[in-house]
C-alpha cells in the first residue's frame, strides 16, 4: 500500500510515496514491509523490504539513503551519496535520482518540497523532533541554499491523531512553558489528556509562511492492518515493531 499526496502529485519531477505494513516479506509482527534496520527483524528481510521500496523508484537499494533516527533537529544536505550511515531526523537533497527516506511508527514523516529550486526534504518530526524545531532548522536552510517560501510546499504523512495520542501533564507543561497558547493542541477527556501532533506540526509549518500543506488523514495507531504503531505494539505488550517508510526523490 503506498499513499501518495494530490499535491504531489502535479509535480512530474518528484516521486514520493507513504508506505504501510503491505508488500514485504517479513513475518510475525514485523509484517510485511517493515523497512526499520533498527528493529529486531532479520536484516536479511529489511533489506530485502528496501529493495521491494527502492524499485517503485527505479533506482538501486544504495540509492535510498536512510537515518539512523534519534528524535533531534539535526539534518543533514546530501550533495553526493553518503558513504557512511548518517544520524540524525531530517535528508535535504538538490540531487536527482537520491530518494529520502524516513521511518516513522506513530511520529510523523514531513516531506518538502521546492518546485523552483529545485529541492527535496524528507523529515521525521515526532514530539521531540518539533519541539527541537527540526522543521524551522531544515526550512531555514533551504531559504538559504536559495528556497522562497512561496515555492515551497509540504505533505504530512500518516501518523498518530489526537484522539490515541495520550499524554502526561508532565508533557504538557513542557509545551506551555515554552507557549502558553500551545494549550490549543491539547484535549481533555475526563481526567486524560490527548496531544494533537499533526496540528502542531501544521501550525509550526504556517508560523515559517509555509502555506501549501497537505495532510495525508491516517491513523497509525488504530490503523492496525496497514501501518505499523510503537504505541499500539506497546499496549499489546510486544516487545517491538516494524516501521513505516516515506520516500521522496528528484527525477
Known amino acids: 500500500m503506498v499513499l501518495q499526496s494530490k499535491n504531489f502529485l502535479r509535480f512530474k519531477n518528484i516521486s514520493h510515496g507513504f508506505f504501510g505494513k503491505k508488500g514485504g516479506v517479513s513475518s510475525g509482527i514485523y509484517r510485511a514491509l517493515n523497512c526499520g534496520p ?32 534519534m528524535h533531534s533537529n539535526k539534518f543533514h544536505y546530501i550533495s553526493k551519496k553518503p558513504s557512511k550511515k548518517l544520524v ?49 532548522k ?34 504538557m507543561k513542557k509545551f506551555l512553558k515554552v507557549d502558553n497558547r500551545n494549550y490549543k493542541f491539547f484535549y481533555f477527556k475526563k481526567t486524560k489528556i490527548f496531544f494533537d501532533l499533526k496540528e502542531f506540526i501544521k501550525f509550526q509549518l504556517r508560523s515559517l509562511k509555509i502555506n501549501n500543506i497537505d495532510t495525508i488523514n491516517k491513523d497509525t495507531f488504530k490503523n492496525s492492518t496497514k501501518f505499523f504503531s510503537a504505541r499500539r505494539a506497546l499496549k499489546k505488550k510486544e516487545d517491538d515493531y516494524g516501521r513505516n517508510i516515506s520516500v521522496i526523490m528528484l527525477k
Open 38 to 69: 533498527g528493529s529486531n527483524d532479520k536484516i536479511s528481510n529489511v533489506k530485502k523490504n528496501l529493495k521491494i521500496v527502492s524499485k517503485k523508484f527505479r533506482i538501486s537499494p544504495k540509492n535510498l539513503i536512510l537515518l539512523k533516527q
Open 88 to 136: 540524525g531526523d531530517g535528508l535535504i537533497t538538490s540531487k536527482k535520482n537520491l530518494a529520502l527516506g524516513i521511518l516513522t511508527a506513530d511520529c510523523a514523516p514531513v516531506l518538502i518540497y521546492d518546485k523552483k529550486l529545485p529541492m527535496i526534504a524528507a523529515i521525521h518530526v515526532g514530539w521531540k523532533g518539533a519541539f527541537k524545531n527540526i522543521l524551522k
Open 138 to 171: 531544515c526550512i531555514k536552510f533551504m531559504i538559504r541554499k536559495g528556497s522562497r517560501k512561496q515555492n515551497i510546499s509540504a505533505v504530512i504523512g500518516p501518523s498518530i491523531v489526537k484522539e490515541n495520542y495520550e499524554v502526561k501533564k508532565e508533557f
